[in-house]
């Protein structure tokens, strides 16, 4: 995959104008590179290069931070709300936990029909019609009806198979070998930072309110609501992969029905089947942090204010997010050179550490129902302190994970990345949708000692496949990384 901005035209304002040689543009994090152009009989000039790759990545993360800003924060916060709207209105029979299962339930089978869907609309118009779908997920609380909740739980997660699809696919035609890591890291510390600025206003809605009242929900699903809408509103923008120099033009996945027939093809190698061990664990941890972990402080009435640790929460988790994002992101072309898999087992040992200081902090009965038994902490009081730094270490183990996934598809599949990515996706949703119907009858620790399971598991067979390929690239004689 060639990037269309590696050569740029030097140019010079005096009158005697010299032919300069090319040079190779250096990858940076920055959008602008500021270069001497070449030699001038009376003075200099200066040549500002565009990334023009780097700046439809940056809209692209901004899109998907305001979007799920919107979306991450109505997760999180749906079990907490839903038991407001039952005080409320006893006709309303929800569950959190079944909305998010069956989002991730039909997020799976639609996985299946995306990649045929993508080689018909193209990645970007399949990204739109996904982030649609958010939207009036998010909406539908305005209009809090156990009818209304599912249906539009059904339609996100159709929405969900496309925008991950496309965006995946978006990605990588925007990226090369050098710079696949570095633009992964960089989309994920923006994505995730939509678990920051969402919290941090759901916090302050919240701060001291044991019931969520109606005029609270609608100004908190209003404003999320627009915010929403303006992510998708940057999606309109994005260029067309390939079109006035950006990326490439196309993932050759040819007609929908041989686009399905590459996703059946690529699932049954033994690459994809050992990394669908790690994408399984994803799965498992993200329906944790996205709706168990937050569940579990809310009904630890051991703490003061267990409502306003939702929100906080939240922006923890959204800072380890974006801090190993962001790190992976800047130092993405170093990392790559000595494999993804240090990265992924630091994610792992921060993973095991938080979820043992979890034990440690939280009763086994808080994902089931409000509880004051102790914890094994000092008086049996649990600490909110912990309870924050374990947040944080469930975004940055995350992170970890994540990253270094789209790094090594974005790689190993540069050409085959639409059925890559939407086979993530199809195992990550399968494994978030298990996790949420034994959400409902699982106590925390049954939860821990899954999460520690897949870690283990997932961990091993995603260094299996990394180091196979990190063979592979440094057999080559051209290899980039070298």
Known sequence: MEESVDEQESYSSVSNLHMVEEEEEEETFSA???????????????????DINLVTILMQATAFMLLFSAHKTTALIMQVV??????????????GYISLAVIYAVFASFNWLAPSCLSYLGPKLTMIAGGITYIIFVAGFLWPQTVILYLTSVLVGA??????????????????QKTISRNSGIFWAMLQSSMLFGNLFVFYQFMGKEIIDQHTRTIVFIALTVVGAIGVGILF??????????????????????????????F????????????????????????????????????????????LSGMFIGTGEILGGGVFGIFGSKTVKFGRDPIVLLGYLVHMLCFFLIFLNLPTMSPLQNTRDPSFLANGHPSEVVAMLCSFMLGFGDACFNTQIYSILGSVYEDNSGPAFALFKFTQSLSAAACFFYSSVFELYW????????????????????????RHLKAKPDTPFD
């Open 32 to 50: 602008v590179d500021e270069s001497v152009a070449g030699d001038c009989c009376n003075g200099y000039c200066t040549s500002f290069i565009i």
């Open 82 to 95: 839903i038991k407001s709207i039952q005080a409320e209105d006893p006709n309303f029979s929800g569950s």
């Open 159 to 176: 929405g969900a198979a496309l925008i991950w699809t496309g965006q995946g696919n978006y990605l990588t035609l925007m990226s090369t």
């Open 237 to 266: 923008t994005l260029p067309k992969p390939g079109a006035d120099g950006s990326g490439r033009a196309d993932d050759g996945l040819g007609s929908p029905f041989n686009a399905l027939k590459k996703s059946f093809a690529l």
């Open 268 to 311: 049954k190698t033994r690459d994809m089947l050992l990394l669908s061990a790690t994408f399984f664990y994803t799965g498992i941890e993200l329906s944790f942090f996205s709706g168990v972990y937050s569940a579990c402080l809310s009904a630890t009435l051991r703490f003061p204010d267990p409502k306003r640790l939702v929100g």
């Open 447 to 470: 939860h821990l000692a899954i999460l520690v399971a897949f870690a283990t598991v997932g961990t091993l067979t995603f260094c299996a496949v990394e180091w196979k390929a990190h």
